[in-house]
């Protein structure tokens, strides 16, 4: 089974830094995805960034990148020029390969709290 | 983007009723959906499988009875808590898988807070 690691339960930044937020998983495939979602205090899930295992370059997104090291299982979230507005939880989720077509479930991290403050 | 409806998004309800979540996927079809169930300050944690047709897939723990799903149309899922309990309060969330082939394949929908009295 996978699991996902998330060891930062809170962490906080001032607005226009820099802050990441750190992610390990386990598994025994070779092809998977993952994820990055943010949860604000309204609860909708939003996605903030995908990976796709069989891609060497880190996925970037604005503000937001990541740092992939399969071989370590690493998946680490980089926020810059911290907003306000990124005050959230941070879920990082893995999700086996799929074939076209199928889909597979999502496994959570127990995410880390971010507080950006003024 | 693609939009997922969930509704209601909050209800409380007595102790033994039993309560219907829906979750709509309005500008496309979804073979597979998930129903995911969040405590305060917690993780997801996936409760079932719910797909189109056929018997959802429950992760071990979860009460078949208990949480009915059903998924007759490819634009609708229900998670029904059959004979709701206080310690079945809960943020309940849902999932659609779109089956076109795009770039993002999962959205979600704005969740349903259950409190049980």
């Known amino acids: 089974a996978q699991t996902v690691t998330q060891s930062q339960p809170e962490m906080s930044v001032q607005e226009a830094e820099t802050v990441t937020l750190s992610c390990t998983y386990d598994?025994?495939?070779?092809?998977?995805?993952l994820f990055w979602y943010k949860q604000p205090p309204s609860r909708q899930m939003i996605l903030v960034i995908r990976q796709e295992a069989y891609k060497q370059q880190n996925a970037t997104e604005n503000r937001f990148s990541v740092n992939f090291q399969k071989a370590a299982k690493s998946f680490s979230l980089k926020i810059s020029d911290s907003q306000l507005g990124d005050t959230a939880m941070y879920f990082c989720a893995f999700m086996k390969h799929v074939l076209q077509g199928g889909s597979e479930k999502l496994v959570f991290g127990k995410g880390t709290k971010l507080t950006v403050n003024p | 983007g693609a939009v997922v409806s969930q509704h209601p998004s909050r209800v409380i309800c007595k102790s033994g009723t039993s309560v219907k979540i829906e979750c709509r996927s309005l500008d496309f079809q979804a073979t597979t959906m998930f129903w995911y169930r969040q405590f305060p300050k917690q993780s997801l944690m996936l409760m079932a499988t719910s797909n189109e047709g056929s018997k959802a897939t429950y992760e071990q723990g979860v009460e078949k009875d208990k949480f009915l799903i059903n998924h007759a149309s490819l634009t609708l899922s229900t998670l029904t808590v059959t004979s709701a309990h206080p310690e079945d309060s809960s943020f309940y969330i849902c999932?659609?898988?779109?089956?076109?082939?795009?770039?993002?394949?999962?959205?979600f929908g704005s969740g349903t807070q259950l409190s049980v009295l």
């Open positions: 598994t025994s495939e070779n092809n998977y995805y």
């Open positions: 999932s659609a898988h779109n089956n076109r082939p795009t770039n993002e394949k999962l959205f």
